[in-house]
């Protein structure tokens, strides 16, 4: 559109379910994944307690509250203006 300046689209796909992830994950892989269910506050609270001992582990974890806080409120993307323009 003429006079409106360049434009952004957000195309985030479709949200795929932790057991139908790692369905698909197994079947690419030719292995059998199993998905455990954890309660989201379960989570977070490994995410706050990786914030505190995190520091001192002798390996690092991409688990942080911040990142479970991400994993279990992940807004969902609305992708209609990329699909209708």
């Known amino acids: 559109e003429p006079g409106r ?11 795929v379910s932790v057991d139908r992830l790692a369905t698909m994950i197994g079947d ?4 059998s994944i199993g998905a455990i269910p ?19 582990l002798p390996f690092e974890t991409p688990i942080n509250s911040a990142a479970m806080q991400y994993y279990t409120q992940m807004p969902t ?5 990329s699909k209708t323009e």
Request: hydrophobic share 35%.
């Open 5 to 15: 300046g360049s434009r952004r689209y957000m195309a985030g796909g479709q949200r």
């Open 28 to 31: 690419a892989a030719g292995h």
């Open 38 to 56: 954890v309660p989201d506050v379960a989570l977070r609270t490994a995410g706050r307690l990786l914030d505190v001992i995190g520091p001192y």
């Open 77 to 81: 993307s609305d992708d209609t203006p």
